[in-house]
């Protein structure tokens, strides 16, 4: 291709060509990786004059707008600006600029756009677009306000939402008092002597009593979006349907309304098949998904039914419902419909597995077919309705229970990165997502030969179009219920690696960019709406200055002690971790304590094939002995193991001693936010996910080793958890 009209192409599209790896050494995406990109962009790159067309009608796109669908600005007392891009006739045009605040106030201004300071000039197809800038001296509050253009004399009208942002993301009171801690767990993986064989909101609630009591400020789930009822094997709550509405698996059927005047609920629950089958689900070491859901839907069917035939009776329960179901809007009779149709269809098909290979009358939700099932089966889309109440029901209980038991923040959930190729997000929405290509990771300490996570990426240009809107309502629903977010892979607001479907691997991509001073700008609002703490998962391939853009924003830092390590190769003190983060110690994505010592994560990924050759594993065993001692000489020097302990590595097994010296070592650290996980209280060995691996390892699967009910028992655990609790009080 001309090297002019590729360069103008990747400079278009947001594409890096060069980049610092996770190592610091530089990187240069290949000519033939860049032209696989611009095809899975949608352009023709065979076809030089074709791309020059379609480059063309992209760049008419945006030049021919008059003013952008949304505009976001932090919050300044001088007032706001506004762009207006106009062909040459235009520019001596007058218009009027009408503001309608988010209060209903309303304001108007006449607009000549050469007033306004020229700030670019571009020629397309013969034809002059110019480009003013406007200072509106009108100061605005933080929030979401609309503006109408509108040619005078002419029907010409555009419309612009304008966001005021307050520029840095919500902070507690109580933070400039004292430091946090609490817990990260796989909801899936609690074990309790009363649950149908999965964790669900009632465990939730169970740990929530124990934890708040031992002093914790807030427990950290795993991304519980919604997933597939009808594939309830696939089970990576990181590739969800839907990442707005919740994954209904996690419902307590005995805490349903109703559940002990439901007499057919009751008498399908003592059937022998039933309790049998419930036993089994719960003595598995690993979650059978289709097992427990299998035991949940009909249950939930006749929780359902109770419902419908009791609504006259339940008026404050029915006016609830209502009220959800009319808030919930367009999203969620889309998951609704998804769900009951992939039912439908994978009853009659197993290999309807999502809708890029249903039947084609299926594959457009508004289709003439989709709508004759949707009437058709009005019950069953109101059923899986009524599920997502339950749920949203159980979790807002679970988290006004921590409030009331004196935590701080509560629950701390978890907003995924993207959705899966098959998720009702992309069957109701696909112009806004990238269909040809993956988002992954380039080669780093977590995936040395890059990720692929099987996710196709928000187009960048089409979220701006839509107006931030997409990313605004996840946003909002991920901040109910909760006290604190986590955004897993945070760099996503700036840029993400996209690897095209035809590259030969996952290091075969390129980083496209993202306007990550307007997602910033929204997220800070949403924070403040809400009053939820965010945390960004800063971890992988991090370019230079976005941590203290991140900072700057208000947003917490995400430290793993493992990677936090100095120049010389020793462990920097969490004495010196930044005050605006949440310290861990491993994550689902690392082996537990005992895991890493023991070298479990290394043998693991020999067995998986996880490594180029016998050399490289033998580099990071080598690698992994050093940090071992480096740890063990930094626990000794900061006086958290006995005088009497082992100073050396050789023949030293992981034991309880080390374990905990090494959370306690963390608890005094100098970050606001302190997360630890209960495997490593447990003194667990097998990791909850292998980075890499998709069918070779059973990830998302693995459940704690002992249940609720007796390990809240433990003293040896209560009182290593006050003893975190002290630290973190000095």
């Not at 400039?176 to 796989?186: M, Y």
């Not at 807030?218 to 919740?246: E, M, V």
């Not at 098949?273 to 249950?299: E, G, N, T």
């Not at 006259?312 to 009779?333: I, R, V, Y």
Request: with cysteine; hydrophobic share 40%; glycine share 6%.
């Amino acid at each position: 291709m001309d090297a002019a009209l590729l360069a103008e192409l990747i400079a278009f599209n947001g594409i890096e060509t060069t980049f610092n790896d996770a190592w610091g050494q530089p990187c240069q995406v290949s000519e033939p990786d860049q032209l696989a990109l611009l095809s899975a962009m949608g352009y023709p790159v065979q076809d030089e004059a074709a791309c020059r067309q379609e480059l063309l009608q992209r760049q008419l796109d945006y030049w021919q707008q008059l003013i952008a669908p949304v505009s976001v600005q932090q919050q300044d007392e001088q007032g706001w600006q506004l762009e207006v891009m106009v062909p040459l006739a235009l520019a001596n045009t007058d218009f009027t600029l009408t503001l309608t605040t988010e209060q209903g106030a309303t304001q108007q201004w006449p607009l000549l756009p050469v007033d306004g300071e020229l700030t670019q000039v571009v020629v397309l197809e013969g034809e002059e677009y110019q480009q003013y800038l406007h200072h509106i001296a009108y100061p605005l509050t933080a929030g979401y306000h609309q503006l109408e253009l509108r040619c005078s004399g002419t029907d010409l009208l555009v419309n612009q939402q304008l966001i005021i942002s307050p520029g840095h993301c919500y902070q507690p009171a109580e933070f400039s008092q004292r430091k946090q801690w609490g817990s990260a767990i796989q909801l899936y993986a609690l074990r309790s002597e009363r649950n149908w064989g999965i964790g669900d909101f009632s465990d939730l609630q169970t740990l929530i009593r124990y934890l708040a009591k031992q002093g914790a400020d807030f427990i950290g789930l795993n991304p519980i979006h919604a997933l597939y009822p009808a594939l309830a094997d696939n089970a990576s709550p990181y590739s969800p349907s839907s990442r707005r509405w919740l994954n209904i698996i996690y419902l307590d059927v005995t805490a349903t309304p109703g559940f002990n005047d439901n007499a057919a609920l009751q008498a399908h629950l003592k059937q022998p098949a039933v309790q049998q089958a419930i036993v089994a689900a719960r003595q598995q070491d690993w979650v059978d998904y289709p097992a427990v859901m299998a035991l949940k839907l009909p249950a939930l069917k006749l929780c359902y039914q109770w419902f419908i035939d009791n609504k006259a009776s339940q008026p404050e329960l029915a006016a609830a419902f209502d009220a959800f179901k009319a808030a919930g809007g367009n999203s969620l009779a889309q998951l609704a419909l998804y769900d009951a149709l992939h039912a439908w269809l994978y009853q009659q098909d197993s290999q309807y597995w999502g809708w890029p290979n249903w039947p084609e009358q299926y594959r457009d939700p508004d289709s003439d077919a989709v709508r004759k099932f949707a009437a058709e089966h009005a019950a069953e889309l109101d059923f899986y309705v009524y599920l997502q109440f339950l749920a949203q029901q159980q979790l807002a209980e679970a988290q006004q229970l921590a409030t009331a038991q004196g935590m701080l923040l509560g629950l701390y959930r978890d907003l995924a990165v993207g959705v899966s190729e098959a998720s009702t997000e992309i069957w109701g929405n696909p112009e806004l997502y990238c269909r040809d290509a993956s988002v992954g990771a380039p080669p780093d300490p977590l995936g040395p030969t890059g990720q692929n996570w099987g996710l196709p990426p928000m187009k960048p240009f089409q979220l701006y179009q839509q107006g931030y809107q997409p990313f605004i309502e996840l946003l909002r629903a991920n901040m109910q219920h909760a006290g604190a977010l986590r955004i897993d892979h945070v760099m996503a607001l700036l840029r993400l690696w996209w690897v095209p479907k035809t590259a030969a691997n996952a290091g075969s991509g390129a980083y496209v960019y993202y306007p990550i001073m307007d997602l910033l700008g929204i997220l800070a609002l949403e924070s403040h709406r809400q009053q939820v703490v965010v945390i960004g998962e800063d971890l992988g391939t991090v370019p230079e200055g976005i941590r203290e853009l991140l900072q700057q924003f208000g947003i917490y830092s995400y430290r793993v002690f493992f990677f936090e390590t100095a120049p010389d190769g020793g462990y920097i003190s969490p004495a010196h971790y930044p005050l605006q983060a949440m310290a861990t110690l491993s994550t689902h994505d690392l082996p537990t304590l005992i895991g890493f010592w023991h070298c479990e994560d290394l043998k693991l990924g020999q067995q998986l094939g996880l490594y180029r050759d016998e050399g490289q594993l033998q580099q990071l065993y080598q690698q992994r002995h050093a940090n071992k001692q480096r740890i063990l000489d930094s626990l000794h020097g900061h006086g958290r193991l006995p005088a009497d302990y082992p100073r050396s590595v050789d023949h030293l097994a992981m034991d309880r001693t080390l374990n905990f010296a090494m959370q306690q070592h963390l608890a005094a650290g100098a970050q606001q936010l302190l997360c630890l996980q209960i495997e490593d209280w447990l003194e667990m060995t097998q990791p909850v996910n292998v980075p890499g691996t998709s069918n070779e390892y059973p990830n998302w699967r693995r459940k704690l080793s002992q249940p609720l009910e007796q390990w809240t028992q433990e003293p040896h655990i209560a009182a290593l958890l006050q003893q975190l609790t002290a630290l973190r009080r000095q």
